[in-house]
């Protein structure tokens, strides 16, 4: 069933209001009609079985029919902090990433970034960085849209470490500890039912330079390799996140 995130003020009490780009679609790509149910989610704490009652040009009224508890969301809250790849990578980042769980992006440049960072397109790239959070949740029944920041320089990413239980940084040249070796006694020293907030850091293509990695492991970060294979710099986010949700229990066997 089709699912849409709308803002909380949409909801009331027995109806939702659904208005602009996701009404359109629901009017002319779904070609939906009154009666035809959805899924509607404010991100955060509701989310309901709703049928449509009426479809006009930018709003779709709907009824609640019945309130969805289901939670879809991880234990453990990981924000992939990935130092902007070249083209329209980020995207297949967020997207990617998104489906399989992130809770947040942040955006960073670093030494070998190779992308010019165009400080005045930043507002539209943003926005649409935003859009495909949204839109990958809604395909992948998220309960919440992951959020995506605005670009952090490599002094202001470090500054923010403080502010998460674990940083990792992915490290190709890093050849004692594996992610699961810091994982692992995390996750046990967490026990079973405690969240934490965990940030993975994948450098630009060119990699991280050793100033930044002495810097980073200065700021309290935790190196750590993805395996023998060098992946790409969009491909090791995913890989990243995928270990930290399998050890954490989220693909079952805690
Ligand atoms: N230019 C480097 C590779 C950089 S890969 C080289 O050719 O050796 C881009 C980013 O992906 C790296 O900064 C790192 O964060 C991550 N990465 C890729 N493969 C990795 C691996 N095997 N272990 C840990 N991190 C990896």
Redesign the pocket.
Known sequence: MQRYFVSAEQFSEHAVVITGDDARHIGKVMRGKPGDKLIVSDGSSREALVAIDSIETGEVKATILEPLVMDREARLNVTVAQSLPKGDKMETVIQRCTEIGAVSFVPFLSERTIVQYDAKKEGKRLERWRKIAKEAAEQSHRNRIPTVEQPLSWKGLLSSFGDYDLVC????K?DGKQIRDVLKPFVEQLGPDAGANVLIV???????SEKETAQADEAGAIS??????????ET?GMVALTCVLYESGEMGGM
Do not use: N, Q, T
């Open positions: 940084y992915c490290y190709e890093e994948v450098g630009p293509e060119g990699g991280f750590v390799g993805l395996g023998k294979r060098i992946l790409r710099a090791a």
